[in-house]
């Protein structure tokens, strides 16, 4: 057994992580019931209520409980505050008010709200490819067949 308890280090929180990886799983669900459900089949009442309860719970973890998460960790645990400046390796992100050679003055509450912008950027973009695989499901692709030049289809005589 390993000494050292992975959890415990600092920088992991286990509600993120947790939540994180809950809602990505509970997203992707999705998947296999699409492709075990016949895509003609018409949902009867009883789905319905079921499915959009099941993915407004899956939208308010995704955009309201796991970017809270990440922010309440970054302001507790990370001491992400607008008072903490970033300076980057060897000083380079240094701001040029404060003796550096940088135009921009960064402090860790932007990096912080820009990772928070990154998980909600990361959740519509999985969103968006969920709900477009779902309605595209039953589509059949058809040979594309080899037209005249007046657009006729051009049939071998059998």
């Known amino acids: 057994m390993l000494a050292i308890d992975i959890l415990r280090w600092p920088g992991v929180n286990q509600a993120f992580l ?38 407004f719970l899956v939208l308010f973890l995704a955009f309201g409980v796991v970017p809270h998460q990440f922010i309440d960790h970054a302001d507790k645990e990370l001491g992400w505050r607008k008072d903490k400046l970033v300076y980057g390796p060897f000083d380079i992100l240094k701001s040029d008010t404060i003796g550096g ?7 860790y509450e932007a990096i912080r709200d820009i990772v928070a ?12 490819y969920l709900f477009s695989w779902w309605q595209k499901r039953g589509e059949v692709k058809t040979k594309e067949v080899v037209s005249s030049s007046y657009g006729r289809p051009l049939v071998k005589k059998g």
């Open 101 to 107: 050679n940088f135009p921009i003055t960064i402090s």
């Open 117 to 128: 912008v990154g998980i909600h950027v990361f959740y519509i973009g999985l969103m968006i």
């Open 18 to 55: 947790f939540s994180l990886v809950l809602t990505t799983l509970m997203s992707l669900v999705v998947i296999p019931i699409g492709k075990r459900r016949k895509f003609d089949r018409k949902a009867t009442w009883g789905e319905a209520m079921l499915a959009s309860a099941y993915i």
